[in-house]
């Protein structure tokens, strides 16, 4: 059964510094993995998602990388600033499970400070 | 503009009163997804349509259940809401070509309290 661990919970940093979220999956039978952005009370944000062939994606500040074979990807926040404030979840998209279907972490809850 | 629409965004319900969620979308896509997020926990698919198939997770409990009437619009009836059912409901929507699956579209979500 896959499962998928985002550590820590919780990050703050100072407005300006650079940052690494970590994501981890049991199971490296994926199709994808999507980085997505839920602030407080609101649904969620797709921010990057990379297919199973893929190492890297980048959009912006962010640059989200893939290693299938470890189980693990990260997400790389640039320059970090207060409205970069929300939870982030990473997700998997196993083969074989039911179509489309999203095996989430908790989320990193990322606070940057002015 | 929002391309996948909850309404409303709160609910309250009372126990046990059957409660609908709608979702509607402006993307054409074929596939619509239910998820529950409870307070701090990951979502959770509750089920899916592609297309008119209905694709129900197998730890989805009996009360819950999904309409789709066409490809614009997606319900979730509750059928006797427990204290326990108190979560986000999100919607999503994908476009399902292949093996090379697109990115899932939230909506803002409908926070459901039951009194």
């Known amino acids: 059964k896959q499962e998928v661990t985002q550590i820590p919970a919780a990050l703050s940093v100072p407005e300006g510094e650079n940052l690494v979220l970590n994501c981890s999956f049991t199971d490296s039978a994926i199709y994808n993995l999507q980085w997505f952005r839920q602030d407080p009370g609101k649904g969620l944000t797709s921010l990057l998602l990379?297919?199973?062939?893929?190492r890297e994606q980048t959009s912006g500040r962010l640059n989200a990388s893939l290693d299938k074979s470890s189980g693990r990807s990260t997400l790389y926040i640039a320059a970090s600033q207060p409205g970069d404030s929300a939870t982030y979840l990473c997700?998997?998209?196993?083969?074989?499970?039911?179509?489309?279907?999203?095996?989430f972490g908790k989320g990193t809850k990322l606070s940057v400070k002015p | 503009d929002a391309m996948v629409i909850q309404n409303p965004r709160y609910q309250v319900t009372q126990f046990g009163k059957p409660v609908t969620l709608s979702c509607s979308q402006t993307l054409n896509h074929n596939v619509m997804y239910w998820y529950q997020q409870k307070s701090s926990q990951a979502p959770k698919l509750l089920f899916h349509?592609?297309?008119?198939?209905?694709?129900n997770e197998a730890d989805t409990p009996d009360n819950f259940q999904s309409r789709r009437p066409n490809t614009s619009f997606c319900f979730l009836d509750i059928r006797s809401p427990g204290l326990g059912d108190a979560a986000m409901y999100l919607c999503?929507?994908?476009?399902?070509?292949?093996?090379?699956?697109?990115?899932?579209?939230f909506g803002d979500g409908t926070r459901l309290s039951i009194l």
């Open positions: 997700a998997v998209l196993n083969y074989g499970g039911s179509q489309g279907n999203l095996i």
């Open positions: 990379i297919q199973s062939s893929q």
């Open positions: 999503a929507t994908s476009k399902i070509t292949g093996v090379r699956n697109q990115p899932q579209h």
């Open positions: 349509y592609y297309d008119k198939d209905f694709n």
